[in-house]
């Protein structure tokens, strides 16, 4: 791994350097910077107002997008941190020094503070809401005379008509919270890059397709693995990353009979001598394989709609008992509930 590239310090716009030095009064690293500049934003406050999900719940108590962030921004951080140590503890990578850990577990923790910034409330369904507005009234808004819609280019239109709040987020803290100039939060490349998932503009995207063997096959893999014989490397190739992810033994008897297990695949690319396209071919195959029994079980739930929104009452029904139970017993436990306890006023009133 090159980790001097992937915790960079810089940023768009160099605001010192990049490490603690001597003559520095600021003692805090770039990444600690990049903490304080998110949670003293406003653009970071403002996820306090947009829900997390939306129960059929009869109390105003709605859980927002705040608490989640703040929640996975905490678990991110003791990964990290377990992940660091483990590297430092068993040697397994001799690039990886002891200050990188404050390091990526600092990033991590940042990482799990803006993953959600540019999504809208109610998640998916905001996004949708937000698309079809566009879609609708786009063509009728007017600049010096002139629908707007004739006057964006391909890509501008596509950012709007397929608005996406992982590309919000990004363009958020790069771009539209204005801290002192135009590149927003300037926030480090390591820390954008945590956020950054897609490989092509929003133009050149097919969100409608549902063709797995399509996105496989136009997967990114070693740029410099031109040729079949040349030596291919795992690092950043996402075919192996899903691999890694949903690849099981058996699937090599039944779509690969000439590899073991995933790692003589792997051995044998490195080396050279295997090709991208057949690697993506066992992909496709693995992950239409995976899919296959999700797909027909939803085949079968479409058959019966009534039956699904019965499932979500019931399941709502049940989660709201167990919720209002765990409360009675926290409650009691803490001696506060007055409500349900009358003993609890005697002892006040004593």
Not at 20 to 39: A, M, P, Q, V, W
């Amino acid at each position: 791994m090159k980790w001097e590239q992937l915790l960079s310090t810089k940023r768009s716009r160099e605001s010192g350097s990049g490490r603690r030095t001597d003559g520095n009064t600021d003692l805090r690293s770039e990444f600690e910077k990049d903490y304080h500049r998110i949670i003293g934003s406003a653009s970071f406050r403002r996820l306090q107002d947009k829900t997390q999900v939306f129960p059929l719940d009869k109390s105003d108590f709605i859980r927002t997008r705040l608490t989640h962030s703040m929640e996975v921004s905490s678990i991110a951080r003791s990964l990290g941190q377990n992940i660091a140590e483990n590297i430092l503890l068993y040697k397994k990578d001799e690039g990886f020094k002891p200050h990188m850990k404050e390091d990526i577990c600092n990033i991590l923790q940042c990482a799990g503070l803006i993953h959600d910034i540019g999504n809208p409330p109610f998640g998916h369904y905001g996004e949708v809401a937000i698309r079809e507005w566009f879609e609708r009234n786009l063509s009728k808004i007017e600049f010096h005379g002139r629908p707007v819609d004739q006057l964006l280019n391909e890509q501008m239109l596509a950012d709007l008509y397929h608005f996406e709040g992982n590309a919000q987020a990004l363009r958020l803290v790069t771009k539209l919270h204005f801290l002192v100039d135009e590149h927003g939060m300037n926030l480090t490349y390591a820390l954008l890059n945590t956020i950054v998932k897609y490989p092509v503009p929003s133009h050149q995207m097919d969100p409608h397709s549902e063709d797995i063997k399509k996105k496989v096959f136009s997967m990114f893999t070693d740029p410099n693995h031109i040729r079949v014989e040349d030596p291919g490397s795992l690092e950043g190739n996402t075919v192996f990353t899903y691999l890694d992810a949903f690849c099981k033994p058996e699937y090599f008897a039944e779509f690969l009979p000439e590899y073991q297990n995933l790692d003589e695949l792997k051995a044998h690319y490195q080396r050279g001598g295997l090709g991208d396209m057949k690697v993506k071919r066992f992909l496709n195959n693995v992950l239409q394989a995976e899919l296959e029994p999700i797909r027909n079980r939803r085949k079968e739930l479409q058959k019966d709609i009534p039956a699904i929104y019965e499932i979500l009452k019931k399941g709502s029904e049940k989660a709201e008992a167990v919720a209002a139970q765990t409360l009675k017993e926290v409650k009691d436990a803490m001696k506060i509930n007055y409500f349900d306890d009358d003993s609890l006023i005697d002892t006040i009133e004593d």
